[in-house]
């Protein structure tokens, strides 16, 4: 069982910079893509972004593209999110994620984190 526990959530301005962190509890986090997907309200959750298991490979949605950046520690099991020039339209709660597969398929992800709230102020 893989434990997921994000934070670094909260209130920015329009153009400012947060920095998420996802910490899992297992070791084979290694083994493991890791991904951020969002949830706005009364919107369907989405996928963000999404890195292998060793870092080498990362994607991202066109919306966040040169903004924001996926990296991980394996030395400290956890994945992080560079968020920056925030847009209003980034506010949501962003969830971290993690899947045996390098996917942005929701479904493909068994298991997730709480949540952590993302509101940018225009």
């Known amino acids: 069982q893989v434990q997921l526990l994000e934070s670094g959530g909260g209130l920015v301005q329009a153009g400012g910079s947060l920095r998420l962190s996802c910490a899992a509890s297992r070791r084979t986090f290694s083994n493991l893509a890791m991904g951020w997907f969002r949830q706005a309200p009364g919107k369907e959750r989405e996928f963000v972004t999404v890195?292998?298991?060793?870092?080498?490979?990362?994607d991202y949605a066109d919306s966040v593209k040169g903004r924001f950046t996926i990296s991980r520690d394996g030395t400290k099991n956890t994945v992080y999110l560079q968020m920056n020039s925030l847009k209003p339209e980034d506010t949501a709660v962003y969830y971290c994620a993690a899947s045996r597969y390098y996917t942005q398929a929701r479904d493909e992800y068994n298991y997730w984190g709480q949540g952590t709230q993302v509101t940018v102020s225009s």
């Open positions: 890195i292998s298991w060793s870092g080498g490979i990362t």
